[in-house]
């Protein structure tokens, strides 16, 4: 996948070759990301597919109780507490876990070398500090938001800002809670309001939609959204962004209930990205949720939000070339 001196205009990170165990008929797609790491490698060449590490314990203590860790981790978790993430406990659920995990870390990094960068799973923005929900064990984004500050304060002595964009239908309740008060992060989730979890958490900036809502609203929504954003955020501008791209607002999501289309979706994707370039905002996109019941439906959202980052990340690279050329 990976080639030495490789210089594609973007990265995508995965971790679809570590499967879990699933009973038959569970709602979760398993096969999802692995299906997407093959539409990717055929349709996209500029785009290099790397396999991304396992997180650490320590790079997930900066987040989750060390407890909840060593707990989730060694399937000592109570029955419950497994329960509410909705997955059974086998070593191989763990060990992806880790790796998404660690892919929205790699992507991070490389998005604030370049620009962006994508993870072709990831967006848990249920898993909360000390236990997990929604199919989501450990919390991807919050992780490496906080490793990202951690690095930011230790190599360059300064403080890295952060916006959390959480495009899933979901809301990011266990992302919202972590980031609870703290001004160097801020979250916003437009999330359906009739959806999972019934009790939501406080985002920074919320915004709920009624069942049934397409593309025109959904996209109008969308645009003062981000201008509240970039209004409360002038003074202290984000250097990092996270962009959770959930496929599931798409019109054929099983557990959705809004009614985006393929173009409203790409389109959505393209707004996001268009405009954190033009504030030079570097983003690492995850795919997040997408329950299609036609799960290569769902792939297609994904591989286009990859086409549109791959995209974004051309524009990127144009412009710090011609930014060198003026200078010099």
């Known amino acids: 996948m990976e080639a030495p001196g490789d210089n594609r205009s973007v990265r995508a990170y995965c971790s679809d070759r570590f499967g879990i165990p699933l009973p038959p008929g569970h709602r979760f797609p398993v096969s999802k990301s692995a299906r997407l790491c093959e539409r990717v490698l055929q349709a996209c060449p500029e785009v290099q597919v790397v396999e991304a590490p396992a997180a650490s314990d320590g790079e997930l203590a900066l987040v989750h109780t060390p407890a909840y860790v060593h707990d989730a981790s060694h399937g000592l978790l109570s029955a419950p507490a497994q329960r509410a993430i909705g997955l059974p406990w086998s070593p191989a659920m ?9 892919a929205t870390i790699c992507a991070a990094r490389e998005a604030l070398h370049k620009g962006v960068a994508v993870q072709l799973a990831g967006g848990t923005h249920h898993a909360h ?10 919390n991807d984004t919050a992780v490496a938001a906080r490793l990202m500050q951690a690095e930011a304060h230790r190599v360059q002595r300064s403080l890295l800002r952060v916006l959390v964009i959480d495009l899933d239908v979901h809301q990011g309740d266990g992302t919202a809670t972590i980031f609870d008060d703290d001004p160097t992060v801020f979250t916003l989730s437009i999330h359906g309001e009739r959806n999972f979890p019934v009790h939501k958490a406080s985002s920074d900036l919320d915004i709920e939609l009624p069942d049934g809502c397409a593309d025109d609203h959904y996209l109008q929504a969308l ?5 509240t954003v970039w209004n409360r955020l002038a003074s202290a501008p ?3 962004a996270f962009y959770l791209a959930g496929a599931d607002p798409h019109e054929g999501d099983r557990l959705g209930r809004l009614k985006l289309t393929f173009d409203g979706l790409a389109e959505r994707d393209r707004r996001v990205f268009d405009a954190l370039r033009d504030r030079g905002i570097a ?14 439906a769902t792939v297609s959202v994904h591989l286009r939000t990859v086409m549109e980052a791959s995209r974004s990340a051309t524009l990127w690279r144009h412009g710090r070339d011609s930014m060198k050329q003026s200078a010099a």
């Open 94 to 102: 763990v060990e992806r876990a880790r790796r998404s995990v660690g």
């Open 129 to 138: 500090a000390d236990r997990g929900a929604g199919f989501c064990m450990f």
């Open 223 to 227: 645009d003062s959204a981000l201008q």
């Open 238 to 240: 984000p250097q990092l």
């Open 283 to 296: 983003v690492a996109v995850s795919m997040a949720g997408g329950y299609g019941t036609d799960i290569d």
